[in-house]
């Protein structure tokens, strides 16, 4: 079995973090390249077993949610239904942790997954260059959501 792995820090505090990606259903918030997203079966964002079915890069993904746990500030999940690339067994976590020095929260994204023993470096490989670019898309909507913020703060004052 093959793990990817990504981490970062964001300047933002875990929790603020958290609030954008707890909802399955939000990734075309904070994933660049991601469209339209619907979780079947009229199901809550955040209920274990919802199947996101979102457009990401014009190509249509399904996703069930495996786990979500508010306390540890994670997100498993796997593909649901036909897998869009040569791996088995694929499942993914998403964790942000608190950084206490600085109010600031630590992210980490993996994934673990079956695949041919010769491509193996390059899908570990791009799982990472893909985690780090998601977590990129989310910096960068978490500094414009507080550039926002600090904005109407002043038009408030």
């Known amino acids: 079995m093959a793990k990817a792995y990504y981490s970062t ?5 875990a929790d603020a973090v958290w609030s954008v990606i707890r909802d399955f259903n939000n990734y075309p918030v904070w994933v660049d390249g991601a469209g339209k997203s619907v979780i079947e079966e009229g199901r809550a964002g ?7 079915n979102v457009l990401y890069n014009g190509a249509r993904r399904r996703q069930r ?17 036909d897998i869009p690339l040569p791996v088995l067994n694929f499942e993914a976590t998403i964790r942000v942790t608190p950084v206490i020095d600085g109010d600031i929260a630590f992210v980490e ?4 997954f079956d695949c041919a023993m010769a491509d193996r470096e390059a899908r570990v490989t791009f799982f990472q260059t893909s ?15 507080s550039a926002q913020s600090a904005t109407r703060s002043l038009a408030e004052a």
């Open 9 to 13: 820090i964001l300047a933002q505090p």
């Open 65 to 81: 949610l495996l786990a979500l746990s508010d306390i540890e500030r994670t997100q498993t999940y796997a593909f649901a239904g």
């Open 109 to 112: 994204w993996w994934a673990t």
């Open 46 to 52: 955040d209920a274990v077993g919802a199947v996101r």
């Open 131 to 145: 985690f780090a670019g998601w977590l990129e898309s989310l910096r960068r909507h978490l500094l414009h959501v």
